[in-house]
């Protein structure tokens, strides 16, 4: 019988598969050709928006759809570093519920005549530098960053709820369904055995994220 050790290695994806992979789910990223499986029309339609409150929407779920695109960045760089099989399948399980949100986000966009951030593909490979970084320190500091990210997300989408005009029923149902996603995907990452970052750390990622809050809420 195999070792637990060798077990491991046979379950590792060969590293040109990692490769493959993240070229792969990098292009449907942004390139938005990821499969959905819950359409944004289970939503509720709401009202039709004026000029003015379409146009906070628009700003606000740029921010988001840019916010989910950094989410596939990270969660794919830290999948290609991965040490443990079980972690990259924790990634990966995020990553897939993540691109859900992604496609929301995007859909979103096209109903309210707007379009995605011209930096989305900047950012995204930023992101899978800084997940690709945080994973090579290994998987219990790799999902604790989840966790950290997570409950960024999470306040930038109580920020979004309290400025999104009050007719807009659709982009508040698809943030609220995000919300508590992101909340679920934390608090597996820290269950899967990630160490919670400390409040200063947690606090230079919140100065960190206004860069790309003030950079893509209108372009």
Same mark, same amino acid.
């Given at each position: 019988? =195999?070792? =637990? &050790? ?9 590293? $040109? ?5 993240? $070229?792969? /789910?990098? !292009? ?5 050709? &990821? ?10 339609? %709401? ?12 700003? !606000? ?28 399948? #924790?990634?990966?399980? /995020? ?5 859900? #949100? ?6 979103? !966009? ?5 379009? @995605? ?13 800084? %997940? ?11 999902? %604790? ?19 999104? =005009? ?26 899967? %055995?990630?160490? @919670? ?9 919140? !100065? ?12």
């Amino acid at each position: 019988m =195999p070792s =637990p &050790s060798s077990k491991n290695s046979i379950d590792s994806p060969r590293p $040109v598969d990692r490769v493959i992979d993240l $070229v792969d /789910a990098s !292009l449907r990223t942004l390139t938005g050709s &990821s499969r959905k499986s819950i359409s944004v029309q289970e939503f509720p339609e %709401g009202k039709k928006l004026n000029e003015q409150d379409a146009r906070i929407s628009s700003a !606000l779920m740029r921010v988001n759809h840019t916010g989910e695109v950094c989410a596939q960045g990270l969660y794919e760089g830290q999948a290609f570093v991965a040490r443990d099989t079980s972690t990259r399948s #924790h990634l990966r399980a /995020a990553a897939a519920e993540e691109v859900e #949100h992604l496609n929301w986000c995007r859909m979103r !966009l096209q109903e309210l005549s707007s379009s @995605e951030s011209i930096f989305a593909p900047v950012f995204y490979l930023a992101s899978v530098g800084v %997940g690709a970084l945080t994973g090579a320190m290994g998987d219990q500091i790799s999902l %604790g960053f989840v966790e950290a990210t997570e409950d960024e997300v999470r306040k930038h989408i109580d920020k979004h709820l309290a400025q999104l =005009p009050a007719e807009d029923e659709r982009s508040r149902a698809i943030l609220d369904k995000i919300r508590e996603d992101e909340i679920r995907h934390g608090t597996e990452a820290l269950d899967s %055995g990630g160490v @919670e970052f400390p409040r200063s750390i947690k606090q230079f990622m919140t !100065l960190m994220s206004k860069v790309m809050t003030n950079t893509t809420q209108r372009i």
